[in-house]
Structures are given as structure tokens and as C-alpha cells.
DNA sequence: GAATATACCACACATTTGTGTGGTAGTCAA
DNA sequence: TTGACTACCACACAAATGTGTGGTATATTC
């Protein structure tokens, strides 16, 4: 773990992360003294030093609104339920932190999809989630692929025909997770386009 | 629509996005210039101002490394499935933009919750699935909710009974979207200790 | 042909901002 | 009681950074 913070410090280090957060961009030493009512920027100096000494921030040299949070609490803390009994909210049940920044980049070959129809809702992928997927034409077995078929987008997982089964041609199918759907062997008219990564969804 | 860009303004926006998006920070002036070869501070000046005239860039006065991004395109553009064709590519069909930074700020009453269990399959949370919760002790009908039962931790559809049912007490009760688990009433033993507002999936 | 926009350069200037040196006062452990 | 760490102040300085004025050349539009 980390070094302990002093009251104090923790009060400076937490009106900049709210500064970052919410304006994104770093406040300078005399705004952070501005904030405190310092009227010495050597005072504001002292304190970035200490947290940066103790790790929870980064210092530029003579860069000016450059502090970064290299604070791994960031984010929302995700505490493992357990089966049987209250969340876990001690430091020790944290498993790990929730950064939506970190959760991937906006890239060219990344893009989101509205998911429509229930034909994967088995696999809880349900009408109007969020589907972040990859541009790709190839999958492994049992990914959940975005494909055309034909002229028509779908979801589906790309399933490998069992062994037993070799030799066969198509050696992939694209089957639904709600049976009702039967499954689409992958031929030249049905394409793999992307693979879903993530899946989000909001409740109003 | 916002007014079109020329080749050289948009290498300009796209190099400043891309500092902001993977540094954080905002480049200066001069960081600029050095990276396209401008040998004058006033050509990157001249192009921030257009690019903030067009509606791109947002300027401070005054303010060091305080460029900031009023793009609406930032994130991972959201693409309409339709149900019979391919996704909509193009411009007009863009439903709008996924921006993890805007989904939620990181605060106290905020926690992020990793499922258990299949109770909640049939709405589409998963195991493993996160699951970000605001604290509350109140909640709407039919909202999902986290309630502590005893000592047991579940997440739950929180339902009102019927009005046919009206003066019943309790009047909520808990149900999960897998019929083969019972109602739950509300009673003292059971009290509710968040909202889910949001259901995050990641494929490895 | 005049007006407007793009795409640059040069250079001075003022402000913002980080840094350096030195000091006061209190606490707490060795 | 010496040495550390905390919690500040004062002030000077230099580096970083935005701004202002003026200029050249090439298009495009009215």
C-alpha cells in the first residue's frame, strides 16, 4: 500500500483529482493556493512534492498545468459479491477499480452498435444494450461475432462444427443464443464483420 | 451540422484530440508548432481560432495547455442496427457517441458490484457481468435494485403490488427475472442499499 | 478587381506558471 | 535536544506559454 496522507493532504490531493475529473484540465499551483487561501505558491510546492514522494501524483518539470493522478484508486471500486452475505466494502474485498477512461480508447477500428431483437438475449445481450465491438473479419470459436448475412447485420456466436464433423464445409456456423433462431453456416455470403468486446448497458 | 474543416485543420484538431485522449494534456502553442514544423507560434494561434470559431475547440484566455475538446464526435460513434440491413455507416445515421468519461464521474455514492448467480439472467445481468450501483435506501418500482436480505446481498427487481392489493403490507416486494426464485417481501429485515443504473461486460 | 479565406513566417511582449532560497512555528520520536 | 516531518509565509526569478501586430503568397467567390 501506499503511504498515509495527512488530512491535509488529502484535502489537497482531492481538490485536484475533482479538478481533473470534472474540468480536465490540472490546476496550477496558485489556483490550488487560490483554492486554500495560501499566499505562498512555495506552500502548494510542498504539498505536490510530498504526494508526489508518497505516489499519488506525477510532477512535469516546468510544465504548466501538468499534474497526473497516478492514484490506481481511481474509478469506482468494484467489491466482489459474495454469494452469501453484504457486499464486501472493506479495503481488502476491493477487487479491483472500474476506470470508464481505461476501458478502451476510441479507435478507428472500434465502434458501438445498438443491439436490436432478442436472439442473444440468452446470452444477456437485450434490445437497445450498447455493443462495443471490434473491426475484424476473423473470430475464435465461441466469440460473439457481428456478421452479415447477406445484406443483414446480426449478433451471433461463432461456433466450430465439432470434430467429429471434420471435413465438413462450412467449418463455422453462426448460432443465436435464444433457440427459437437456427443457426447460419458461415459461407461467402455471410461475413464476419467484428467481434463484441464489451457490452454496456443503461437503465433510465 | 458544424462547418466543414480543410485537410490541414482537421491534421491540426486530430493531433491536438490525440494529446488530449492518450496525455490528458493539452498541448501548448509551441508543442504544436513543433510537431507539424510551423516555425511561428501566431500560424497554431490562427488555427485554434478558426477551429474554435467552426466550434471544435473551446480556448481559454490566458490559460496554459487549456484546450479543450467541444467535439461531440469524441468516443465511439453509436451506429443504428436496423433490423433487416447493415449497419448504418454513414454520417445521418449515427445515433450519437459513447463517451466513458461522460457515462459517470467517479463519486462517493457510486460502487460497482461483480454479479453472482443467475437470478438476474433473464434481464440480461450475467455472472461475472458489473454492475454499477448508486447508493440509496429508496428506489421506483420495477427498478433494480440491491437489497440486503438479512445478510444476504442480491439484486432484484423491486416490485409494487397490484392496486387490487392496495392496504396489503408490505406493499413492495423483491423478484428476481428467473422464475425459479421466489418473491421476496419487503419488510424490516430487507432493506434496499442501492440502484443499478448501469451493467458494464467484458469479452476477453 | 476587390473581398474573403487559407496557409504560413517573424518577432516582440505580457502573463502565467513553475522553481529556488530562506524563514517561522509546532509536533513527535530517538 | 537534536533531528524529522508538518504546515505554512515571502519574495525573486526564469522558463513556459499565450497574445498582438504585421507581413507574404495563393486560391476562391462575388
Sequence with gaps: MKPDLTVRQKQVLNFIRDRINHDRISPTIREVAGFFGFSSTGTVRDYLQVLSRKGYLKLNKNKARSLELINQEQGLAIVGMVACGKPQFAQEDIEGYLQPEEWFKASDDLFCLKAKGDSMAGAGIM?????????????????????????????????????????????????????????????????????????IRKYV
Excluded: C, M, W
Design 127 to 199: 434490445e437497445g444494450d450498447l455493443l462495443v465491438v471490434r473491426r475484424q473479419s476473423q473470430a475464435q470459436n465461441n466469440e460473439i461475432v457481428v456478421a452479415l448475412i447477406g445484406d443483414e447485420a446480426t449478433v451471433k456466436f461463432l461456433r466450430r462444427h465439432k470434430d467429429g464433423k471434420q471435413g465438413r464445409d462450412p467449418k463455422y456456423f453462426l448460432e443465436a443464443a435464444n433457440k427459437k433462431y437456427s443457426d447460419i453456416p458461415v459461407t461467402e455470403a455471410t461475413s464476419v464483420i467484428g467481434r463484441v468486446i464489451s457490452v
